[in-house]
Nanobody, 115 residues
Framework: QVQLVESGGGLVQPGGSLRLSCAAS????????MTWYRQARGKEREFVAY????????NYADSVKGRFTISRDNAKDTVYLQMNTLKPEDTGVYYC????????WGNGTLVTVSS
């Protein structure tokens, strides 16, 4: 069955960087687009970034455009989110999601941006 395991979160100061990873299994990773979402406490989950199965095309929420970069390694069945110039409003639990089964969500990884 589908499994998505996010990692790489932590506590970082404003202006800092983090790189999140999401290891996928249970489906043919290279055939499906992938996305990152995030959920702040008390708020709904929101879209962050999208990447096509080949990695050629990407799309971002306006709030992260120019600061975050989504990428993937199809040989490792892993999608990444490089986050730079982090702001306190980037704080939340970050989840990856697959177009193979968009109903499945992993446990996420917590990112806290605070001084």
């Amino acid at each position: 069955q589908v499994q998505l395991v996010e990692s790489g979160g932590g506590l970082v100061q404003p202006g800092g960087s983090l790189r999140l990873s999401c290891a996928a299994s249970g489906f043919t990773f290279s055939r499906y687009a992938m996305t990152w979402y995030r959920q702040a406490r008390g708020k709904e989950r929101e879209f962050v970034a999208y990447i096509t199965n080949s990695g050629i095309r990407t799309n971002y929420a306006d709030s992260v455009k120019g600061r975050f970069t989504i990428s993937r390694d199809n040989a490792k069945d892993t999608v990444y989110l490089q986050m730079n110039t982090l702001k306190p409003e980037d704080t939340g639990v970050y989840y990856c999601n697959s177009y193979y089964d968009s109903n499945y969500w992993g446990n996420g990884t917590l990112v806290t941006v605070s001084s």
